[in-house]
């Protein structure tokens, strides 16, 4: 059990810091884009390299901040249902979820973009604007990324799930545990 303690405390820190360096990309999408409009309407001047930057700075911060968002619990879910549930209710549906939907979820997307990443390596894929940003094969990638953070995000909850349903919470830290609406806590 200590093992999955630590298990769960390792991804989610790995998850926490790399979600949270990921996220300083809005700030960078920010800036490209107000230098692009005032490039554009104070200059008269446009690069379409600048216009691919900043989408694709979004795309990299959402498929790398994924996995961050589920450690904090900002994905969707029917919360009129489990916000109020018991403790031990949520870690089962947890397990479920990660065990049913999420763990096949990834593993089907990596499955999927396997050939499209790699075949947009093998040809050294750019934009395809003239003008526009090289390398949209590392863009790409970023699928696996996706994947991966978020695999190994689910399987910190299936782990912190286990705990709970063994009796063994006491063993994370406070900020890593669950919170039970209906004490207050």
């Known amino acids: 059990m200590h093992f999955l303690a630590q298990l769960v405390r ?4 790995f998850n926490r810091v790399f979600g ?3 996220a300083w990309l809005s700030l960078a999408i920010v800036l490209v884009c107000f230098t692009v409009v005032v490039q554009r309407y104070a200059f008269s001047a446009s690069f379409i390299w600048m216009q691919d930057l900043y989408v694709w700075l979004n795309g990299v911060m959402f ?8 450690l904090r619990n900002d994905h969707v879910r029917v919360d009129i249902f489990y916000r109020p549930a018991p403790i031990r209710r949520k870690a089962l549906v947890d397990l479920f979820g990660v065990v049913v939907f999420l763990i096949p979820f990834t593993v089907i997307v990596t499955i ?18 003239y003008g526009g940003m090289p390398g949209l094969y ?5 699928i696996f990324v996706f994947a991966a953070v978020l695999a190994l995000q689910g399987i910190a ?9 063994a009796g063994r919470e006491q063993l994370l830290p406070a900020h890593l545990r669950y ?4 004490d207050g806590e």
């Open 10 to 13: 390792a991804i989610s820190g």
């Open 20 to 22: 949270q360096i990921m």
């Open 63 to 70: 498929m790398g901040i994924a996995g961050y968002a589920l």
């Open 112 to 129: 999927y973009s396997w050939t499209y990443v790699l075949r947009s390596w093998r040809i050294g894929e750019g934009s395809a604007n």
């Open 138 to 142: 590392v863009l790409k990638s970023f």
């Open 157 to 165: 909850m299936a782990a912190r799930a286990i705990l709970v349903l």
């Open 179 to 182: 919170v039970d609406e209906a």
